[in-house]
């Protein structure tokens, strides 16, 4: 099912009647995704409940129900590792293991993760995703706190969360530093990002023949990444099962990522609210709040470049590329203002253009070697636009945030809630009925502009 919209309806600036098309549309795209226990990014691509996506689409069902919005986090933290790590896909045992690769077959996570305590009776993968879920889990219990509270939701997801941000605590703490490490291009999200080239670089690919792209069934292969890409992806994955999925283990690949950092700074805060709504004691996660916004910016702060940057933890060097990872520290709060004040200015620069170019690009616009249907080596992102947006609110950039959310519901419309669009174009790319695309729509769409934390 592909959504056709009207875009002149869609635009905001329409008036109500574009809003209810909007709006029903990215319900049905939501339904047509919901599998009964949780939601699928798409039903062709993407056939299982992926870590990220789901915090995302929670907070769009939040709008349409607050209870399947709770069971979308209940059941993507109910294959939760022991350890403490959420893996990044959930694996559903009615899809056949080829439908998607690298699938159940290939991670093996009930037998090769049995020593951190991956679930006996449910595959996943064994990497992660960014920690967006105690801010997600926030939002949706206040959709609706009275129910919420019936159903015992925040009393039940606490310890999942906070085992959740412990274990990255104790684990993926690798420079020393007190930031996050991710050990995937996949981990941050930005699959293929211009910023990863160096440490992948390192990596030498899997043959081709050892295994076989299922994702070039359902996309371009101009859009996707390249095989070359793709094969280092299979072998850092393959040598991460291999050793057991142990965080200590030789990783050929460590970076400290802003976004992803950024995002777990945004759910310490978030965890703190939620602790202290049932009672808990919320002064832990405040503090590790403030010592990850610290450390964000000691150690990935660039003054020169006016923009935070990922850190190779192979050579310890700043990895000078211009990405939209390095913009979403605007939202974590409390940071502070000169950092604030020049990513707004990066922000609306030649870089990545904000309110002219569609979305927020994930490249620098200005890079010779930007491809604007290429993954995140250029498009923009209907996820990293919806945190930029949240980060221009807090910063108080009003009229920049309404021009970014009136260009996302816009641009959600005219491309059929597609994965990712042409910077320059609006063009859509990618899977279409993408359910964190409907989601965030629907949020940007209804949500009340008080719910900052």
């Known amino acids: 099912m592909t959504a056709v919209l009207d875009t002149r309806a869609a635009d905001p600036s329409v008036g109500r009647a574009g809003h209810a098309e909007l709006r029903a549309a990215a319900t049905r795209v939501l339904l047509a995704n919901w599998t009964g226990t949780g939601t699928v990014p798409s039903r062709s691509l993407y056939p299982h409940q992926w870590s990220w996506d789901s915090a995302f689409i929670a907070i769009g069902l939040r709008h349409l129900s607050p209870r399947r919005a709770q069971q979308e986090l209940e059941w993507l933290l109910g294959a939760q590792w022991a350890d403490g790590r959420v893996p990044h896909i959930v694996f559903n045992p009615a899809v056949p293991d080829g439908r998607y690769f690298p699938g ?27 920690p967006v879920h105690a801010l997600a889990a926030w939002l949706v219990h206040r959709a609706d706190p009275r129910q919420s509270a019936r159903r015992g939701f925040l009393r039940r997801i606490e310890p999942r969360l906070a085992a959740w941000h412990a274990y990255l605590a104790a684990h993926r703490d690798l420079g020393g530093h007190g930031l996050a490490a991710v050990l995937h291009p996949w981990e941050p999200g930005f699959d293929n990002s211009p910023c990863w080239d160096v440490p992948l670089a390192r990596v030498e690919p899997d043959a081709p023949d050892s295994y076989r792209r299922a994702d070039l069934e359902h996309g371009a292969a101009a859009d996707r990444p390249t095989d070359r890409d793709y094969g280092r992806y299979v072998r850092l994955a393959r040598d991460y099962r291999d050793h057991g999925y142990d965080d200590g283990a030789p990783h050929a690949f460590r970076v400290e990522d802003p976004g992803f950092n950024a995002l777990l700074i945004c759910s310490e805060h978030a965890l703190a609210a939620l602790q202290e709504e049932i009672g808990a004691d919320p002064r832990p996660a405040r503090e590790r709040a403030r010592r990850l916004t610290a450390a964000l910016v000691e150690r990935l702060w660039d003054a020169e470049r006016a923009l935070f940057l990922p850190r190779d933890l192979s050579d310890g060097r700043l990895l000078p590329v211009a990405a939209v990872t390095g913009l979403l520290p605007l939202a974590v709060p409390g940071l502070p203002r000169a950092q604030r004040d020049a990513l707004l200015a990066t922000a609306a620069g030649p870089r990545f253009r904000l309110g002219r170019a569609h979305l927020v690009p994930s490249y620098d616009l200005s890079a010779p070697d930007v491809e604007p249907a290429r ?13 930029v947006h949240r980060g221009l609110r807090s910063a108080g950039a009003a009229e920049q945030a309404e021009r970014l959310r ?37 949020d940007l769409l209804v949500a009340p502009a008080e719910e900052e934390l």
């Open 375 to 387: 993954y995140w080596r250029g498009p923009g992102w209907f996820n990293t636009a919806w945190v």
């Open 104 to 130: 159940p077959g290939f991670w093996r996570s009930s037998a090769a993760g049995l020593g951190h305590g991956a679930p006996s009776g449910l595959e996943t993968s064994g990497i992660v995703q960014p």
């Open 406 to 442: 009136a260009g996302v519901l816009a641009d959600a419309a005219a491309s059929g809630f597609a994965e990712y669009v042409d910077p320059f174009t609006g063009r859509g790319h990618g899977i279409r009925d993408f359910a964190w695309t409907a989601a965030l729509a629907l």
